[in-house]
């Protein structure tokens, strides 16, 4: 678990400083302003902060899967074709995501194909079969309800990390908070692909985390942001502690507050402002001690 925690956090130090190199970053404009048309309507591309962070994201990943399906393959074939699927799955996610950042799909567009890619997730094995509180010790078995809990929870999150990401910095806070409950949780039961991937994330958005300090160099962008829920959504199903139901709760908590926070936030700054007392306004200038009037006489 240390060595994935310090390879993910190598691979985003390393990957992002090429990210923002100046001639990579103004290529990447220019095709941005290509795609969305702003160039053919002479409308200039404001200058921001990358929105490739995501790049990074899926990059750390990806090796860290990797590395363990070679170099540990035990935790691989704990969880069957459970590594596979998520692994496929991800970078699915992020491919939408990268599609939405360059040329924006709309809300229904990009919901359809989450959904699309979430029901493969579910079809491979990956399905929330019991639903329970922490607190109870009976839970309620799902049954044919199962893919459609899934679907829903996959959705959901993927959705929550988007909207929360609309803040800078928060979503790669709470990721990091997320990861590391569940790489703590998955520590008690033995290694697992789940709990190898988790920590390998966390050491990911540590490194992440410094570029993305004010003022930021680098964001998430939709990618990257949807990368980061569907992990969390997808790795708390497959937990390998069979009282899993913790997680789920404390990744349902702590998404659903981010989310709430941004939109709290957000309808603040729509509220009118209403001054404590009138400003006062400036001396009135005397009409015969003007200098128009004066000019006049």
Same mark, same amino acid.
């Given at each position: 678990?240390?060595?994935?925690?310090?390879?993910?956090?190598?691979?985003?130090?390393?990957?992002?400083?090429?990210?923002?190199?100046?001639?990579?970053?103004?290529?990447?404009?220019?095709?941005?302003?290509?795609?969305?048309?702003?160039?053919?309507?002479?409308?200039?591309?404001?200058?921001?902060?990358?929105?490739?962070?995501?790049?990074?994201?899926?990059?750390?990943?990806?090796?860290?899967?990797?590395?363990?399906?070679?170099?540990?393959?035990?935790?691989?074939?704990?969880?069957?074709?459970?590594?596979?699927?998520?692994?496929?799955?991800?970078?699915?996610?992020?491919?939408?995501?990268?599609?939405?950042? &360059?040329? $924006?799909?709309?809300?229904?567009?990009?919901?359809?194909?989450?959904?699309? !890619?979430?029901?493969?997730?579910?079809?491979?094995?990956?399905?929330?079969?019991?639903?329970?509180?922490?607190?109870?010790?009976?839970?309620?078995?799902?049954?044919?309800?199962?893919?459609?809990?899934?679907?829903?929870?996959?959705?959901?999150?993927?959705?929550?990390?988007?909207?929360?990401?609309?803040?800078?910095?928060?979503?790669?806070?709470?990721?990091?908070?997320?990861?590391?409950?569940?790489?703590?949780?998955?520590?008690?039961?033995?290694?697992?692909?789940?709990?190898?991937?988790?920590?390998?994330?966390?050491?990911?958005?540590?490194?992440?985390?410094?570029?993305?300090?004010?003022?930021?160099?680098?964001?998430?962008?939709?990618?990257?942001?949807?990368?980061?829920? &569907?992990?969390?959504?997808?790795?708390?199903?497959?937990?390998?502690?069979?009282?899993?139901?913790?997680?789920?709760?404390?990744?349902?908590?702590?998404?659903?507050?981010?989310?709430?926070? !941004?939109?709290?936030?957000?309808?603040?700054?729509?509220? $009118?402002?209403?001054?404590?007392?009138?400003?006062?306004?400036?001396?009135?200038?005397?009409?015969?001690?003007?200098?128009?009037?004066?000019?006049?006489?």
């Amino acid at each position: 678990m240390l060595f994935c925690l310090l390879l993910g956090c190598l691979i985003t130090l390393l990957t992002i400083p090429l990210l923002l190199l100046p001639g990579l970053r103004a290529s990447i404009l220019d095709e941005a302003s290509r795609l969305t048309g702003a160039r053919s309507r002479g409308v200039a591309v404001k200058a921001s902060p990358s929105k490739l962070g995501g790049v990074s994201l899926v990059v750390a990943f990806t090796v860290v899967s990797l590395m363990v399906c070679f170099l540990y393959p035990a935790a691989w074939k704990d969880g069957g074709q459970v590594g596979l699927t998520v692994l496929l799955s991800g970078l699915a996610v992020f491919g939408i995501g990268l599609w939405d950042d &360059f040329r $924006p799909l709309g809300f229904r567009r990009r919901l359809i194909l989450q959904a699309l !890619v979430a029901a493969f997730t579910c079809f491979q094995g990956v399905q929330i079969e019991v639903l329970s509180s922490p607190l109870a010790e009976a839970g309620m078995n799902v049954g044919r309800w199962s893919a459609v809990a899934t679907l829903f929870w996959m959705v959901l999150f993927i959705a929550l990390f988007q909207r929360i990401n609309s803040v800078n910095g928060l979503a790669g806070c709470l990721g990091l908070i997320s990861m590391g409950l569940l790489a703590y949780g998955a520590a008690a039961s033995g290694p697992a692909f789940s709990g190898l991937c988790a920590i390998g994330m966390a050491g990911a958005l540590v490194g992440f985390l410094v570029y993305s300090l004010p003022p930021a160099k680098i964001q998430l962008g939709s990618s990257g942001a949807g990368l980061l829920g &569907f992990l969390i959504g997808n790795l708390s199903i497959t937990h390998p502690d069979r009282d899993h139901q913790s997680a789920m709760v404390a990744m349902l908590i702590v998404a659903v507050s981010g989310a709430s926070y !941004v939109t709290w936030r957000a309808a603040v700054k729509l509220l $009118p402002t209403t001054p404590l007392s009138p400003k006062l306004s400036a001396r009135p200038v005397s009409r015969l001690t003007s200098p128009h009037m004066r000019a006049r006489r």
